[in-house]
C-alpha cells in the first residue's frame, strides 16, 4: 500500500486525464435516450435541491434579518436615544438644582436620579444590542465608565452644597463638562452608528440578493420541469408523466409560498420604515434638541454672565422642524408639540429678557418656576407619548413582517425534497423500461 | 514693605495678576497676535518663563497711584448730568464684573444662590452711592483672563474681583486706589514637608488660566509645574481629585479654599506683592475719581473695616485699610 501511494504522480497531474473523460462520458449520454433521461433526471434533482436549498436559506436571512431589525437595531436607536436625553436631562436637571440656590429641590434631585437611572437601564440593554468589538460597543463602554465618573463628581458637588460650601459650585462645573463635553458626544455617535445600523438592518431583513438567486433557480428549474415534461410526453406513450406533474405543481406552491410571504414582508417592512423607524428617529432627534435648549438656558443662567450658550440655543431652535416629511404618520402629535415648543420659546425669551435687562433673579425664577417646568414638561411628555406610539407600530409592522418566514425556511427545502423523490420516481420509472 | 514692593510689583506683578492672585495676564481682545479667549496654557502645560511681560512702562508706574477724586460725594440719585454716574443712574443698575467661586470674595453662596464676598460689597458700595440702595447690582460673572477685556468692551461699568494692580494693566484700564493688599502663597496637602514653593520643583501647582499667580509659577527657580484651569474653583476641585499637588495664588483666596477643605494648609510666606484695585474703563475718569471717592469715605467712616470684619475677620483682627495714593 506504502509502495503503491509513494510511486502515484503528482496529484495535479493525476486529475486533468479523468476529467477530460467525465466530461467526454457526459457529454456522450445525449446521443441515446436512456443517456438523455440521466441527464434531465440530475438536471432536475440539482435544480430542485438547490431551489429548496436557496428557498430555505432566503427564508432564513429573511427571517434573521427581520428579527434583527426588530430585536436588535431599532431597540439600540431608541436604547442610545434614552442615554443621551437622560444624560442631558441630568445635565439640566443638575443645573437647574444649582441655580435654585439653598438645597435642591427635592423634586429635581429626585428627577436627576431617574435620569441616571433611565441612562444606566438603558445603556446595559444597549451593551447586549451591540456587536463585540464593534464602535457602537466600545461607546457603550466608554459611557459606562463615564455615567459612573459622572455620577461621582455630582455626588460630591451634593455633598459640598449640603455643607454649604461654594466648593460644590466648581464640582458641578466639572461634572457638566464632562457630561456635555465627553458623554453627550459619546451618546450621540452610539445614536448615529444605530441610526445607521437600522438602515443595513432593513437591507439585510429585505435579503434582495438571496431572492434574486432564488428567482433564477426557479425560472431555471421551472424551465427544466417544462421542458422534461414535453420530452417525456414526446417520446413516451404517456401524454402525462403523473409524479412529475405532482413535482412541478410542489414547486408551483412552494415559489408562490415565497412570493406572498415575501410580497407580504416587504410591505410591512416598507410600513414599519415609514411609520415606525423614520418618525421614531425624527422624534428622537426632534428630543434632543429640545432638551438641548433648555439645558442651554439653564446653562447660560449658572454661568451668570461667563458663558452665553444662547447661539447653541439658536442653532438647536433652528433646527427643530414639526414639518419634517418623516413625521406624516405622526401628524396627531405634531400640532400639539409645535404648540408646546412655541409656548415653551415665549417663555425663554421672557427669560432673556430679564437676564439682559439686568434681573437676574427674575429669570431664573421664570427659568425654574412652575410655569416653565410645566410648559417644558407638557412638550417632552407629548415627545414621549409620540416616540412610544410610533415604537409601538414599528413593533407590530415587524412582527407582521416576520410572518410566515421561519416555517418557510424549514417547509421550504422540505418541499423540494419531496418534489425531488416524486421527480426521481416518475423518470426512474421511464429508465427502467430501458434495462 | 515698599521698597520690596517696586522690583517685584515692577517684574512679578503681571505674572500674578491684580487680581489678589488673579492678575488678568491675557493679551487684550483686540490685539492682532493673540486669541482673547486664550485658555492658552492647556492643563498640565509647563511654562517656565513664560512670564516675560515686562514692558517698558512697568518700570516708572506706582501701581497703587489712581486718579484723586473731585471734591465730596454727590447725594445718591443726584449724579452731575453727562458723566458715567448719571448713565449708570439712568439705566438703573450698575454691572459688576467678579467670580462666583472666589469664597470670601466673590462666591456663590449655596445656601441662598446669591453670589457674595469682599469684593461684591465694594460693588454695592459704589451702588449705593449711586443710587442709594446697594442691591440695584447686576453681577456679571467673567473669566479670570477676561477682566481686562470685559472693561474694555464695556460690557461691565466696573471689575472688582481680586484684581491686582498692576503697570502692565494700568496702560488698558484704570485702576481705583487700592482696597485690599494680598500676596501669592501656595496651598498644599496637610501632611505635606513642604515649607514653600520652592519646596515644589516637578510638582504640579494649578492656578487660574489668565492670573499673574499662574505666571508667577513659571518663574520659580525650583521649576514646578503650572498646571492652568479655567477658575480657582476648578483648581480646587483638581487638587481634591488629587489632579495636581498644590495651588498657588494669593493668600486670601487660598484661605478661603482651606476654608473649605480641613485637609489643605496654607504655607510659606508671601513671595509677591498684590494690591487690589477696580478696574475701570479709560474712557470715563470722573467714574473712577467717583469710586475713589467712595474707597474714601468707606475707609474714614467705618465700612471697610466693618466689610473687612464681615468676611476677613476670621483670619485676625481688623488691619489699617490701604491709604490712597493718588497721582
Redesign the interface.
Request: proline share 4%; no cysteine; hydrophobic share 40%.
Given at each position: 500500500m506504502t509502495t503503491a501511494l509513494a510511486q502515484r504522480p503528482p496529484a495535479t497531474a493525476a486529475y486533468s486525464p479523468p476529467s477530460y473523460g467525465l466530461v467526454d462520458r457526459v457529454a456522450g449520454l445525449r446521443h441515446h435516450s436512456p443517456g438523455r433521461l440521466q441527464l434531465i433526471l440530475t438536471t432536475l434533482l440539482t435544480l430542485g435541491l438547490l431551489t429548496g436549498l436557496v428557498a430555505g436559506l432566503t427564508a432564513h436571512s429573511a427571517s434573521a434579518g427581520t428579527a434583527d431589525l426588530g430585536n436588535r437595531a431599532q431597540p439600540l436607536m431608541v436604547e442610545a436615544e434614552t442615554v443621551y436625553s437622560a444624560l442631558a436631562d441630568a445635565d439640566t436637571t443638575a443645573a437647574q438644582a444649582f441655580?435654585?440656590?439653598?438645597l435642591e429641590p427635592a423634586a429635581l434631585t429626585q428627577r436627576y436620579d431617574d435620569d441616571l437611572a433611565r441612562a444606566g437601564t438603558a445603556l446595559t440593554n444597549a451593551a447586549r444590542l451591540v456587536p463585540d468589538d464593534s464602535d457602537a460597543a466600545r461607546a457603550v463602554a466608554a459611557l459606562s465608565t463615564g455615567i459612573a465618573r459622572y455620577s461621582a463628581l455630582v455626588a460630591?458637588a451634593r455633598a459640598?452644597?449640603r455643607q454649604?460650601?461654594?466648593?460644590?459650585?466648581?464640582?458641578l462645573?466639572?461634572a457638566s463638562q464632562l457630561n456635555r463635553e465627553t458623554l453627550q458626544p459619546k451618546a450621540q455617535a452610539l445614536f448615529r452608528l444605530a441610526t445607521d445600523e437600522i438602515s443595513a438592518g432593513y437591507d439585510a431583513a429585505r435579503s434582495s440578493w438571496w431572492l434574486i438567486l432564488l428567482l433564477v433557480l426557479s425560472v431555471a428549474l421551472g424551465v427544466a420541469l417544462f421542458w422534461s415534461q414535453i420530452y417525456l410526453s414526446r417520446t413516451t406513450h404517456r401524454t402525462f408523466n403523473v409524479p412529475l406533474v405532482a413535482a412541478t405543481g410542489l414547486f408551483a406552491v412552494l415559489i408562490l409560498a415565497v412570493g406572498v410571504l415575501f410580497a407580504n414582508q416587504r410591505t410591512h417592512l416598507d410600513s414599519a420604515a415609514q411609520k415606525g423607524s423614520a418618525p421614531v428617529t425624527a422624534l428622537a432627534q426632534l428630543r434632543i434638541l429640545v432638551l438641548t435648549e433648555r439645558a442651554d438656558e439653564a446653562l447660560t443662567l449658572a454661568?451668570?454672565?461667563?458663558a452665553d450658550k444662547e447661539e447653541d440655543f439658536e442653532r438647536a431652535s433652528g433646527a427643530i422642524y414639526f414639518d419634517d416629511p418623516r413625521l406624516a404618520y405622526a401628524e396627531r402629535f405634531t400640532t400639539t408639540l409645535k404648540d408646546r415648543h412655541e409656548a415653551y420659546l415665549t417663555i425663554h425669551g421672557q427669560v432673556r429678557k430679564l437676564d439682559k435687562s439686568?434681573d437676574?433673579d427674575g429669570a431664573?425664577a421664570l427659568a425654574i418656576g412652575e410655569q416653565a417646568t410645566t410648559t417644558f414638561g407638557d412638550l417632552t411628555t407629548t415627545l414621549d407619548q409620540a416616540i412610544d406610539n410610533r415604537k409601538a407600530a414599528f413593533t407590530d409592522e415587524i412582527g407582521d413582517a416576520g410572518d410566515g418566514l421561519d416555517l418557510l425556511s424549514v417547509l421550504g427545502p422540505l418541499l423540494a425534497i419531496a418534489a425531488c423523490v416524486l421527480a426521481l420516481l416518475g423518470i426512474r420509472a421511464r429508465l427502467e423500461e430501458y434495462r | 514693605m515698599r521698597t520690596r514692593l517696586a522690583p517685584i510689583v515692577a517684574t512679578l506683578a503681571l505674572l500674578l495678576g491684580a487680581a489678589g492672585c488673579a492678575g488678568d495676564s491675557s493679551p487684550r481682545y483686540d490685539e492682532v497676535t493673540a486669541a482673547p479667549t486664550g485658555r492658552q496654557p492647556g492643563p498640565g502645560s509647563a511654562t517656565p518663563g513664560s512670564s516675560t511681560p515686562a514692558k517698558p512702562a512697568v518700570e516708572n508706574c506706582n501701581p497703587r497711584a489712581s486718579l484723586r477724586p473731585a471734591g465730596a460725594l454727590p447725594q445718591p440719585g443726584k449724579m452731575p448730568s453727562g458723566t458715567w454716574m448719571a448713565k449708570v443712574h439712568a439705566r438703573g443698575r450698575l454691572v459688576l464684573g467678579t467670580s462666583q467661586d472666589t469664597l470670601l470674595f466673590s462666591s456663590r453662596n449655596p445656601l441662598t444662590g446669591k453670589v457674595e464676598g469682599f469684593d461684591v460689597d465694594m460693588g454695592r458700595m459704589i451702588a449705593q452711592a449711586i443710587f442709594g440702595d446697594p442691591d440695584r447690582l447686576q453681577i456679571k460673572v467673567i473669566g479670570y483672563n477676561e477682566r481686562v477685556n470685559s472693561v474694555l468692551k464695556g460690557e461691565v461699568d466696573v471689575v472688582a474681583d481680586t484684581m491686582t494692580a498692576n503697570c502692565a494693566r494700568w496702560k488698558d484700564v484704570d485702576f481705583s486706589s487700592i482696597y485690599y493688599e494680598a500676596g501669592q502663597k501656595v496651598l498644599v496637602n496637610r501632611d505635606s514637608t513642604a515649607k514653600g514653593i520652592e519646596d515644589l520643583g516637578g510638582k504640579k501647582i494649578c492656578a487660574a488660566a489668565g492670573s499673574t499667580s499662574y505666571d508667577n509659577i513659571g518663574t520659580v527657580k525650583s521649576k514646578p509645574i503650572a498646571v492652568a484651569k479655567a477658575s480657582f474653583g476648578d483648581c480646587l476641585v483638581a487638587f481634591q481629585q488629587n489632579e495636581v499637588d498644590a495651588i498657588s495664588t494669593d493668600d486670601t483666596i487660598l484661605a478661603g479654599m482651606a476654608a473649605q477643605d480641613p485637609y489643605a494648609k496654607v504655607i510659606g510666606e508671601r513671595y509677591t506683592e498684590e494690591p487690589y484695585g477696580m478696574a475701570i474703563s479709560k474712557g470715563h475718569p470722573e467714574f473712577t475719581r467717583f469710586v475713589n471717592a467712595v474707597l474714601e469715605k468707606a475707609r474714614q467712616d467705618g465700612t471697610w473695616a466693618r466689610t473687612y470684619e464681615k468676611w476677613l475677620g476670621r483670619f485676625g483682627p481688623v488691619p489699617q485699610p490701604p491709604g490712597a495714593q493718588y497721582r
Open positions: 441655580l435654585a440656590g439653598g460630591t459640598n452644597n454649604v460650601l461654594p466648593l460644590g459650585a466648581s464640582y462645573a466639572a454661568a451668570h454672565g461667563s439686568g437676574y431664573v | -
